[in-house]
């Protein structure tokens, strides 16, 4: 019990999809740096840490559904903005249109997000992407 209290994915939830094969194949690709910040071992898999909780990715979730809600594509991978799950400083974003679906917790203060999302859209993209934010065919 004591390595789950100092593990540093203590307090993150862990994905329901988190043993996907996919999750597993991104996990190799992690950098041991984001933004000058060391990957930490979480032992948890589709939980991935850097910092003390500065980033952190949670790989296994359900795709969002479409949506209103923000939506940039870096590096081909579309993101959507949780403005509901933002909060004290910190930013949620989650892949879309792809399943598993990825989740990333920034702390706005003390990371390059614009820097970070292009590492991670690198990480992510081998995640097969059925859909857009903008289907630009009018269909």
Not at 6 to 27: F, L, M, Q, T, Y
Not at 31 to 54: C, F, R
Not at 81 to 103: F, H, N
Not at 109 to 119: P, R
Request: aromatic content about 4%; hydrophobic content about 35%.
């Amino acid at each position: 019990m004591a390595r789950e209290l100092n593990s540093p994915a203590h307090g993150v939830e862990k994905p329901p999809h988190a043993d996907a094969p996919a999750c597993a194949r991104i996990a190799k690709g992690y950098p041991t740096t984001l933004d000058g910040h060391g990957i930490a071992d979480t032992g948890t898999p589709g939980i991935a840490v850097w910092g003390d909780k500065t980033v952190v990715l949670r790989c296994g979730l359900e795709p969002p559904a479409p949506t209103t809600d923000l939506c940039v594509t870096v590096n081909s991978v579309d993101w959507v903005y949780r403005q509901a799950g933002s909060r004290d400083g910190r930013k949620v974003i989650i892949t879309y249109g792809r399943d598993p679906a990825v989740e990333v917790t920034f702390d706005a203060q003390d990371t390059a997000v614009d820097s970070a999302l292009v590492e991670l859209s690198r990480i992510v993209r081998p995640i097969r992407q059925s859909n857009h934010c903008v289907d630009s065919t009018g269909s």
